[in-house]
Structure formats: C-alpha cells, structure tokens
C-alpha cells in the first residue's frame, strides 16, 4: 500500500522496488521522476535495474530504454532476453549478439521464428547445439540445423520425438558420411597405400551426403602421379572405362 502513495519519497520507492516492483513503477511520483530526468534509470543500482527489466509489466519503452544498446549492462541484456516479455524487436536484436545473450534468450520459449532463423546462423557450435532443443523451432531451422557442419548439433536434433523417421535417417547418413570421409582422409595419410586403392578414392562421386570429396580425389590423383610411371598411371586410369 505504501508503494502506491504518490507522497511517499523517492528514497522509499527505491527501498520498496526490489519487493513491489509493478507498483512502484505505477506510482506517480516515480513515473514523474523517469519522465523529467533522463539519466534517473542510469543511477538506478544494477538490483533495481534488473528488477525493472524483469516485471512484466514495465512498459516497452523502458525496457528497450534500458537494454537495446549493444553498450547496456551484459546482465540487463542476459535479463530482458530470458523473460517472456521481451518485444520482439529486442529479440532479433539480442540475437546477433554475444554468446551468452544468445544462451539466454534461447530460454526464452517465446521466440519468434525470424529470432530463431538467425540464430541458426550463430557461428557458435554450443548456441547451435542449444537452438536444436527449442520447442519452436520452423521445418526450415530443422533442415538447416540438420545439415550443421558440427555432429553434435545433428545428433541433438535427432533426438527429438517431433522430426520425421527420414529427416532422422538423413543425420544418421551424413553422420555415417562424414565417418567414411574421416576413414579415407586417414588412408591418404598413410603413404603404403597402392594404386587401384587411390584409383578408388579419386573415382568416388563428389559428394557424400551433401560432404565434398573433391578434395579427397585431388589428393589421391597427386599420390597417382608421384607414385606411379607414366604408362601404368594411364592404364590405371583407363582401366575402369575400358569396356
């Protein structure tokens, strides 16, 4: 009750804040304090700050006010990105920001699909990771992420009971891919292998799975030429088309 007087002092509402938050910031004479002082939520302590970030029923320009630049206290935006009531403009924004406000806002189970879509892009494998266990995630963030250059984004993904049996089967085969692609780069690493070995390698198709080969066949055709004579690389390489 005392909260809401409009004669109580600025210094009781601040020792009230913490505890009564909405009606603090519903009080006039606090309302007035934010209205004429522009710094006023500048000199806020970082506890009255995140309690304001954190009510539900701050209004949108304050919470924008006090966390929409990138230069905004790190934990002001770590707030405001986990809460549900975060606008969506300050989602896409925090988005593209550090790892540990994009760790936070995928908290939030409220996101849109165009917040999710761009953290999709995250060049950070652990955000990725995170983002495959989103409840809201859009059949194109699903494909994306299972098509991710790292296996445990994949293998996270494929752990969801609401993906389909062929999206499933199709991890599963660029997993199964990328261990054979690991399996060859290990042979050409290994100088004894022979001819119609490497003959294999550079007949392969150039991709696996949606995984270049190229390389690999580049690799095996150089090992050709060092190790074998002109006529038996030219019969080595025709060999196979011969009908």
């Known amino acids: 009750a005392l909260a809401a007087k409009p004669a109580v002092s600025l210094a009781n509402l601040r020792a009230l804040l913490l505890r009564h938050t909405k009606t603090v910031l519903n009080n006039p004479s606090f309302q007035l304090n934010i209205a004429t002082d522009s710094l006023f939520l500048h000199r806020l302590t970082e506890a009255e700050q995140l309690a304001i970030v954190a009510c539900e029923h701050t209004d949108q ?59 999709a892009e995250s060049k950070e494998n652990s955000i990725r990771k995170m983002l495959a266990t989103h409840p809201n995630l859009s059949l194109k963030v699903v494909e994306q992420l299972s098509m991710d ?55 392969l198709p150039n991709t696996m799975e949606g995984l270049t080969t190229i ?29």
Request: charge should be positive.
């Open 61 to 119: 320009h304050l919470l924008r006010f006090l966390t929409q630049s990138q230069d905004s206290p790190v934990k002001l935006r770590i707030k405001m990105a986990g809460c549900a009531h975060c606008p969506a403009d300050l989602q896409r924004a925090f988005a593209t920001q550090n790892s540990y406000v994009q760790a936070a806002l995928l908290k939030n189970s409220t996101l849109e699909p165009s917040v999710l879509e761009i953290l």
């Open 149 to 203: 250059e790292d296996v445990m984004v994949r293998r996270v993904l494929g752990q969801r009971s609401d993906i389909s049996l062929s999206l499933k089967r199709a991890i599963d085969s660029k997993d199964e891919a990328l261990q054979v692609r690991r399996q060859i780069e290990h042979k050409l690493n290994n100088d004894t292998l022979k001819g119609h070995e490497l003959l294999e390698i550079w007949d």
């Open 215 to 243: 390389d690999l066949q580049a690799r095996a055709l150089a090992k050709l030429i060092r190790t074998c004579s002109k006529d038996s690389l030219w019969g080595a390489l025709k060999g196979p088309y011969t009908a």
